[in-house]
C-alpha cells in the first residue's frame, strides 16, 4: 500500500516561505506524477503544482512564480518550495501520487488521483 507523508507546514507571516516535504513508501515502482493540493476550510481542494513524467511541472496560476515543485528520486521525496507567501495560501497541503499515466494530464484541475496523504497545515499571517 502506497504511503504518502508530509512535513514541513506551520505558521508564517506573510512574505515569508515555507518548504513542504512529501516522503513515499510502498509500491515497487514510481508513479507517474506527483502533486500538491490544497483545500482551505469552506473551499474545495485545488490543485497546487504537479510533476510528472510526461507533463513536466504545471502549477495553478495562483502559484506560478512563487512556488517551485521538485522531488529527489533517490530519497522517494517531493517537495514544494513556497515563497513570498500570501494570506490566502493558508490552507490543509495534500501530496499525492498517481499510477494511471494517463489521469497525469487532468490531475491538477480534477484531483483525480489514485494516492493521498494525510496533509500538512500551512497558515500564513498578515
Known amino acids: 500500500q502506497v504511503q504518502l507523508v508530509e512535513s514541513g507546514g506551520g505558521s508564517v507571516q506573510a512574505g515569508g516561505s515555507l518548504r513542504l516535504s512529501c516522503a513515499a513508501s510502498?509500491?515497487?515502482?514510481?508513479?507517474?506524477?506527483m502533486g500538491w493540493f490544497r483545500q482551505a476550510p469552506g473551499k474545495e481542494r485545488e490543485g497546487v503544482a504537479i510533476?510528472?513524467?510526461?507533463?513536466?511541472?504545471r502549477y495553478a496560476d495562483s502559484v506560478k512564480g512563487r512556488f517551485t515543485i521538485s522531488q529527489d528520486n533517490a530519497k522517494d521525496t517531493l517537495y514544494l518550495q513556497m515563497n513570498t507567501l500570501k494570506p490566502e495560501d493558508s490552507a490543509m497541503y495534500y501530496c499525492a501520487a498517481e499510477y494511471r499515466r494517463s489521469k497525469c494530464y487532468t490531475a491538477l484541475e480534477d484531483a483525480d488521483i489514485n494516492y493521498w496523504g494525510k496533509g500538512t497545515l500551512v497558515s500564513i499571517s498578515s
Open positions: 510533476i510528472g513524467i510526461d507533463v513536466g511541472t
Open positions: 510502498g509500491h515497487p515502482y514510481r508513479p507517474y506524477c
